[in-house]
């Protein structure tokens, strides 16, 4: 790690951000996925009556069953139709702007679903139910927004939140959605619109939260606003205490250009390729896990246990509760061991309660009293440990991958894989265990296992390290920096710039870290490449200060165009 002084720690500013963030952005991923749920009975109730009304008679069952699929579906599409576009939007309009559009795209869904029974209109709710799949979508910009604010020392806990956010609403809407309480014939609506609420605040308060610095400087290449943003969230008016983070952001932002990377530009680097890879296997060691079905048919699973439906439906809250407990404490081992660990523990941990599941929930030992009680308990423990591990993780990981114009694509990318695997095996799960009975578990575990191995071997630590530290891991060892001496050599004012350790280090004018300054050979890894980059020859010209060597060195050792 570079010397130098200690970032900024949790400000009353950064926290405020946070929060209004987790209310207004996050909190309608979870609530709007599993708010149908709980009243599934009267809303099904209100399809049938809907339909007979205008037509004269009852709802066949095939198109019942087609309508209902529909609508528990076209969430997911929604979700993977706006991941496409998150990436682009939050670089063409930055990422604040992008969490308010969001905020209004949900109220417009909220009104279809308010409205919905008033109009006597089933199809307002399928659409009302793509409308908040879009909107879901469209939220993993704050994972984004997360990284960028928070000092590299808090990271972890800051990524946290979006798995916090997601499971405080998904038991938020568990609790509002009995019957008891709004999951009646009577109060559903109301039920369904409530995230018209989080967003209305989040409309009015995220306006006087500034925009991610990280974006104000790497991108739209405005200095004095980037300045007064990290001021705000650093809760400090001394811009000599913003002096290395700053320094270490435009030197940064003039290394790389304002060029969004595509997912194609993404696979065809080596380096970013492996990177994008092992995103993938984190968001698919939660998905191919099969926390899936535990979420989604927990009322199932516990009914095969003996519980009666009304026992189930507490049981499941009992899930929330679990998975809370673990976000928080997965927030402080994050920043206590770092990323690998937790991770590591998570998915093993899983891979063990599957094989278990797969013995208890077997039809010939389920008349079991005592076998019934321990697949209650390993089904918790399951959430549990993919709480604490992937569930927790996945949503943060990628934004420590890759620099700046390179992170809102992968994390689209990623988002899209996360949720393509969440349909799939959302589809796939009833079917599959009326014919394997429980052994469908044991293929979740296998998945974990498989996870768990690529993952072991390809992830490197990203706790408090620089991005340029990380990427570095995912280069060939043949092409790696010596980080330690870059650091040495980069607070060496006096030191010559026509160092030979410098022949080794790379520079992207792309913005990628295959695109290297060129060697004596005047060839890199990929092919021939030309350099007539602007600002490396200005700095060629600039020999006569420190500050100019300085630059020079960090500029021909970096690792990705901005490891911002």
């Not at 209902?68 to 939050?90: D, E, M, V």
């Not at 905020?103 to 139910?129: D, P, Q, W, Y």
């Not at 008016?237 to 435009?250: A, F, G, S, V």
């Not at 492996?274 to 968001?283: D, I, M, P, R, T």
């Amino acid at each position: 790690m570079p010397a130098g002084k200690k970032l900024q720690g949790m400000t009353c500013q950064l926290a405020s951000t946070a929060i209004v963030v987790v209310i207004g952005t996050t909190f309608l991923f979870g609530y709007n996925m599993v708010v149908i749920n709980n009243p599934k009975l009267v809303i099904q109730e209100f399809y049938n009556s809907s339909y007979a009304s205008r037509t004269g008679e009852p709802m066949s069952d095939s198109l019942f069953l087609t309508l209902w699929s529909l609508t528990a579906a076209i969430y997911s599409i929604g979700i993977l139709t706006a991941s496409f576009l998150t990436g682009i939007l939050a670089d063409r309009f930055g990422r604040k702007k992008v969490m308010l559009m969001n905020s209004s795209t949900v109220l417009v869904g909220c009104l279809l679903m308010g409205l919905s029974k008033t109009a006597n209109s089933f199809e307002m709710i399928i659409v009302g139910r793509l409308v908040f799949g879009m909107s879901a979508g469209f939220a993993s910009v704050a994972t984004i927004y997360f990284m960028e604010i928070s000092p590299r020392h808090l990271r972890g806990a800051m990524g946290g939140l979006y798995e916090f956010g997601f499971a405080s609403s998904m038991l938020i809407s568990q609790i509002l959605g009995l019957p008891d309480v709004f999951g009646n014939a009577s109060l559903w609506p109301l039920l369904l619109c409530m995230t018209a609420f989080t967003s209305a605040f989040q409309l009015i308060v995220l306006p006087f939260c500034p925009e991610s610095p990280r974006y104000l400087l790497c991108r739209e290449k405005k200095e004095a606003e980037a300045l007064e943003a990290m001021k705000f969230f650093r809760a400090t008016k001394n811009p000599e205490d913003l002096k290395e983070e700053l320094e270490e952001l435009r030197i940064e932002s003039e290394s790389q250009t304002q060029e969004t990377m595509s997912f194609l530009q993404i696979m065809r680097n080596t380096t970013l390729r492996k990177a994008l890879f092992v995103s993938f296997a984190v968001h698919l060691s939660l998905q191919l896990g099969g926390v899936i079905p535990v979420l989604y048919f927990s009322t199932h699973l516990f009914n095969r246990t003996g519980m009666k439906n009304s026992e189930s439906a507490y049981a499941s809250l009992g899930i929330g509760f679990v998975k809370i407990i673990m976000n928080l404490f997965s927030m402080f081992a994050l920043e206590k061991f770092g990323r690998r660990f937790p991770l590591l523990i998570g998915i093993g941990g899983q891979a063990v309660m599957l094989i278990l599941l797969t013995t208890t929930m077997h039809d010939n030992f389920m008349s079991n009293p005592t076998v019934q009680t321990l697949a209650i308990v390993f089904t918790i423990t399951f959430i549990a440990f993919n709480t604490f591990g992937p569930a927790t993780i996945c949503f943060m990981i990628t934004a420590e991958l890759f620099q700046e114009n390179a992170r809102p694509t992968a994390v689209s990318v990623s988002f899209v894989v996360n949720f393509t695997a969440n349909f799939i095996v959302g589809m796939t799960f009833l079917p599959l265990m009326a014919v394997i009975g429980s052994y469908i578990f044991l293929i979740y575990a296998v998945f974990s296992i498989m996870l768990f191995i690529y993952i072991f071997i390809n992830l490197p630590e990203t706790r408090d390290r620089p991005i340029e530290e990380i990427v570095n891991e995912f280069r060939p060892k043949s092409e790696r920096v010596d980080m330690a001496k870059l650091y040495e050599m980069r607070n060496k004012p006096g030191e010559n710039a026509d160092n030979p350790l410098m022949e080794k280090g790379t520079a992207a004018t792309d913005g990628s870290p295959s695109a290297p300054l060129r060697t004596k050979s005047g060839v890199d890894g990929d092919g021939p490449r030309e350099r007539t980059d602007s600002n490396t020859s200005s700095m060629r010209s600039r020999s006569g200060s420190s500050a100019d060597r300085r630059y020079s060195l960090h500029r021909r050792m970096s690792l990705q165009g901005t490891p911002c």
